[in-house]
């Protein structure tokens, strides 16, 4: 077994280039390990401006293989870019199934870093680990970062807060159309992509997503998101993928959205991180857990549970100690 390296081993190994660096700070942040957080909290560049875009959508619509022809291109174009992979969680090991990762082989290595990661229970498909992954690619130094969501459905719109660039795949003969009355996912998108089209009913859903674009014609700041057609498993529109992308980056940057847009994305990370720590601190600490039982067992015994829910947060807020700890 190899010796753990230390943490300036770690950081100098990270600085230096090696990739493995890269996997063991991910690794670290990931199993919750504060060794994880003091790296990155010494890596980070207020300076790092890789261009963040998000890919998501229904499951079946070929994100997966979108990602994968897409991060081959970059990388064959010399570009250095960071692939997180959501994928599902095991509902016994809370762990990633992995599926992305496998699918991904012919483009692991050389200038494409893919991490698969767990939702870990997450309801709009992000878990904290996967902010922190996406500014450890940062600190890196990579051109761009993709973050392929779960697909998830109308829910699925977390990503938003993490990227520059939102893209909703779609595709023909998959009842999308039927969606388009509903908010959520289709309403956070710089870019429709239309995965499959040479699938019949492209050109019905193309229309239909016109018109959905004429009744939402601004996502912010004046921009008006385009329909890019693709054949994911062919190459097929990468090039107009590729175009859409860089015309939303340059948008941004001239509409100064971009530096109001990281901003958001700063107090979003503040209060996840609050809660996050609110968690560990005040629900998971022994006196939390028995405060938690003691509310379970005045709520089955007749009390009313919004009653307890406030009266337990005020106990938790205030620090309040069980009745072990201050015998202790």
């Not at 692939?83 to 095991?90: E, F, K, L």
């Not at 018109?211 to 998101?225: A, D, L, N, Q, S």
């Amino acid at each position: 077994m190899s010796r753990r390296w230390t943490h300036e081993e770690c950081l100098e190994r990270f600085r230096a280039g090696d990739r493995r660096a890269v996997g063991r700070v991910i690794s670290l942040i990931e199993q919750h390990d504060p060794e994880g957080t003091a790296l990155l909290g010494e890596l980070y560049r207020s300076d790092a401006r890789a261009h963040r875009i998000g890919i998501t959508g229904a499951p079946g619509v070929g994100k997966s293989t979108l990602v994968n022809v897409f991060a081959k291109r970059l990388s064959d174009e010399g570009q250095k870019l960071g692939v997180i992979a959501i994928d599902p969680s095991s509902p016994f090991t809370k762990g990633a199934f992995l599926g992305d990762r496998v699918r991904m082989q012919d483009v692991k290595g050389g200038n494409v870093f893919i991490r698969s990661m767990a939702t870990r229970g997450s309801v709009g498909g992000l878990s904290w680990p996967a902010w922190l992954t996406a500014a450890v690619f940062e600190a890196f130094g990579l051109n761009k970062v993709i973050i392929e969501t779960v697909g998830v459905g109308q829910v699925d719109v977390d990503v938003q807060e993490l990227v520059d660039t939102t893209c909703v795949v779609l595709q023909p003969e998959a009842g999308d159309s039927m969606q388009f009355l509903k908010a959520g996912l289709m309403e956070i998108a710089h870019i429709y992509i239309v995965n499959k089209a040479d699938k019949p009913g492209t050109r019905a859903m193309i229309a239909d997503l016109m018109e959905f674009v004429k009744m939402h014609p601004e996502v912010e700041g004046g921009w008006t998101p385009p329909i890019v057609e693709t054949v994911a498993n062919e190459g097929q529109g990468l090039d107009e993928l590729t175009e859409a992308l860089d015309a939303h980056r340059k948008h941004l940057e001239k509409t100064e959205a971009l530096e109001e847009k990281r901003r958001l994305r700063i107090r979003r990370q503040l209060k996840a991180r609050f809660f996050h720590r609110a968690k560990i601190d005040l629900w998971n600490r022994p006196s939390g857990t028995e405060q938690v039982e003691a509310a379970v067992d005045r709520i089955q015994q007749g009390a009313n549970p919004l009653e307890e829910a406030d009266r337990l947060a005020r106990q938790l807020l205030a620090g309040e100690r069980s009745a072990s700890e201050v015998e202790e």
